[in-house]
């Protein structure tokens, strides 16, 4: 079993519909919860990041984390066709060794249509 | 110009050749990666650098190598490709701060035939 799970979809949405993405994990060593977002051919890009729970606001994205389940979500209101792309959501434990050491979930696909 | 500058950016090779990936950033970070993406499995490290004298093995780095030859530089070697090594590669960057930003370069594609 991988150390985060996250739902590959494809997802494929309306414009302007509301965009729900999930990721599971089993490490509760994991303090620091992160969105990447991958358009076509480039690399990843953070999108949100968030330490501990709670969750955390950013224009139409919000992210969420709740540690006692070891659930994280990543909410996209009014969703865009510029929205379209691979979110991938990534996780790290504490401490100076483990920064920058990132478990990936395995991304999911999403598409959002006119 | 990118901030994290990889070649090639596409390769397509034989088995049993040695292949390097290669890796430069002019952003000044200390800390360098290499991730490995292959679809369904998400991202996962391969070896990764603190410092120019630091280097560290990842989740996945059986019949990989890598050389830190300067701050700015990080190479990743196959030195003797297999099939199962045909994935998209991706260096990256961080700073010390524990923001959990990585900046990524656009990618590597390696196949092995």
């Known amino acids: 079993q991988k150390e985060v799970e996250q739902d590959p979809g494809p997802l494929s949405v309306p414009e302007g519909a509301i965009v729900s993405l999930n990721c599971t994990y089993s490490n509760s060593a994991f303090q620091y919860f992160m969105w990447y977002r991958q358009y076509s051919r480039k690399g990843p890009e953070l999108l949100m990041y968030?330490?501990?729970?709670g969750n955390k606001e950013d224009g139409r994205f919000t992210a969420q984390v709740d540690k006692s389940s070891k659930y994280i979500s990543l909410f996209i209101r009014d969703s865009q066709p510029s929205d379209s792309a691979t979110y991938l959501c990534?996780?790290?434990?504490?401490?100076?060794?483990?920064?920058?050491?990132?478990?990936f979930g395995q991304g999911t696909i999403l598409t959002v249509h006119p | 110009d990118a901030d994290v500058t990889q070649t090639p950016r596409n390769r397509i090779t034989k088995t049993g050749k040695r292949i390097m990936l290669e890796c430069s950033q002019t952003?000044?970070?200390?800390?360098m990666y290499w991730y490995r993406q292959d679809p369904g499995l998400g991202l996962q490290l391969i070896y990764y650098s603190f410092d120019v004298k630091d280097i560290n093995k990842g989740e996945i780095s059986d019949g990989y190598s890598v050389s830190r030859q300067a701050q700015a530089k990080f190479s990743l070697s196959l030195e003797s490709a297999i099939p199962n090594q045909t994935a998209l590669y991706f260096c990256a960057t961080s700073t010390l701060a524990n923001t959990g930003e990585l900046f990524f370069g656009e990618g590597s594609r390696l196949t092995v035939l």
């Open positions: 968030t330490y501990s729970s």
């Open positions: 952003k000044g970070h200390d800390r």
């Open positions: 990534a996780m790290s434990e504490a401490g100076g060794t483990s920064y920058g050491k990132l478990t």
